[in-house]
């Protein structure tokens, strides 16, 4: 089992910046597909950034979003920058074995964090 906790989330402006990491504990592997994930009011859950051996990228966040993993303190982070009101929703950092990225079939989910931006 692994836990993942996130952090990071709040109210930023149009045009500004967050940092959101993602702390992960019990069978934590550096070989672990991560992967973060948002879902905006009333809309489906979205994939936003992912990494294995490298790094993907939704088209409406590459560009100014970075993913990041940081293997001996078991976090990853998302960099966002450039925010956009669009960019409002809850963040969801995600974990699986399968090395395979893009997809929604992730093992493991942490609760979420609330990314608001203002216009």
Known sequence: QVQLVESG??????????????LASGRTSSMYTVAWFRQAPGKQREFVAGFRWNAYYAH??????????????????????SLEPEDTATYYCAARTSPVVVTNDYEYWGQGTQVTVSS
């Open 9 to 22: 989330g709040g109210l930023a402006q149009a045009g500004g910046s967050l940092r959101l990491s993602c």
């Open 60 to 81: 409406s966040v590459k560009g100014r979003f970075t993913i990041s993993r940081d293997n001996a303190k078991n976090t990853v982070h998302l960099q966002m920058n």
